[in-house]
């Protein structure tokens, strides 16, 4: 077992040791990190706790970027000044620029790309698409007491974000619907729910998914009426916030209409696992459009 940790400190040892260069930069030795590698090099290494970060012209130049305070303790930001002197090449704006390696690290890749043909990015960008929905439908409220299984009316608005790979098969929703009254306890909600969804099938034209709706907020109003010891009707309002992690479970369906829309279909509320059926067959469908923002 020790020879093995041992041989574990050794080859991460080696590969740290290959993962950064000793250089000399205005007489400081220093080991650092090439973070992206073409016209402008970007290193950078934490030094003594701090991020420290510099630029590699093609005739190895190495300046660093700094970000010092003055007098008045304000920031001067010459890194962007750098920058701007080793970019002018190019339409690249450091106005929103930051000191940060995810900042500079696009940054020096976006400038590569924009004066190297041949430049192959190392870096992974990912870009998240929103859809936005807005469906009505009808529902027996499965998770109610409905005795008589009686449907209403419900409509909403669904925000879905999803990478913008198109085979990416994975999105979270964030949903607010409203629930009109009912006959049976005069019973209307109004939920906001978080989820995720799964793409089963998942094509240009159409696609096939599952939901999961793991979190909820319900603001429920309802009427009730019963006798009191006096044998005297007595009616009742009653409003009511409540939070739940229900786990429902429902399906649906997009099926591309126009290059940037969608009509959406839903079988919602199939079960659930925290939260019980009351009893009737899940009725709760909706039919709704769908588009790209």
């Known amino acids: 077992m020790k020879k093995l940790i041992i041989v574990l400190c050794v080859i991460l040892s080696f590969t740290s040791l290959n993962a950064q260069d000793t250089y000399t930069v205005n007489g400081e030795t220093l080991e650092l990190k090439t973070e992206v590698n073409g016209k402008l090099d970007l290193l950078w290494n934490i030094i003594e706790g701090k991020y420290r970060y510099f630029v590699r012209t093609s005739d190895a130049t190495i300046t660093e970027l700094v970000n010092t305070k003055n007098a008045q303790n304000k920031y001067q930001e010459e890194y962007k000044t750098t920058l701007e002197n080793l970019t002018k090449n190019s339409n690249l704006s450091t106005k929103k620029l930051n000191l940060t390696l995810y900042s500079l690290k696009g940054f020096i890749d976006d400038y590569n790309g924009s004066v190297d043909v041949n430049y192959q990015s190392s870096v992974t960008k990912s870009?998240?698409?929103?859809?936005?929905?807005?469906?009505?439908?009808?529902?027996?409220?499965?998770?109610?007491k409905n005795p008589d299984n009686k449907?209403?009316?419900?409509?909403?608005?669904?925000?879905?974000v999803q990478e913008?790979?198109?085979?990416?098969?994975?999105a979270i929703f964030l949903q607010l619907k409203h629930v009109t009254e009912s006959d049976f306890g005069k019973y209307s909600t109004t939920e906001v729910g978080l989820g995720y969804r799964f793409r089963i099938v998942n094509t240009k034209a159409f696609s096939l998914y599952a939901n999961m709706k793991f979190a909820t907020v319900n603001f429920s109003k309802s009427t009730i009426n019963y006798f009191n010891e006096s044998d005297v009707?007595?009616?009742?309002?009653?409003?009511?916030?409540?939070?739940?992690?229900p786990f429902i479970f429902g399906v649906g369906a997009d099926i591309r209409i126009t290059k940037n829309s969608f009509i959406t279909l839903g079988f919602n509320e199939l079960f659930a696992l925290l939260i019980d059926n009351q009893g009737n067959f899940p009725t709760d469908f909706t039919i709704g459009y769908k588009f790209n923002l």
């Open 127 to 144: 870009v998240v698409k929103l859809r936005l929905a807005g469906f009505g439908g009808v529902t027996n409220n499965p998770f109610v």
């Open 164 to 170: 913008s790979n198109i085979n990416s098969r994975h």
């Open 151 to 160: 449907k209403v009316a419900q409509f909403g608005i669904e925000l879905e």
């Open 233 to 245: 009707l007595i009616t009742e309002d009653l409003s009511e916030a409540a939070f739940d992690v």
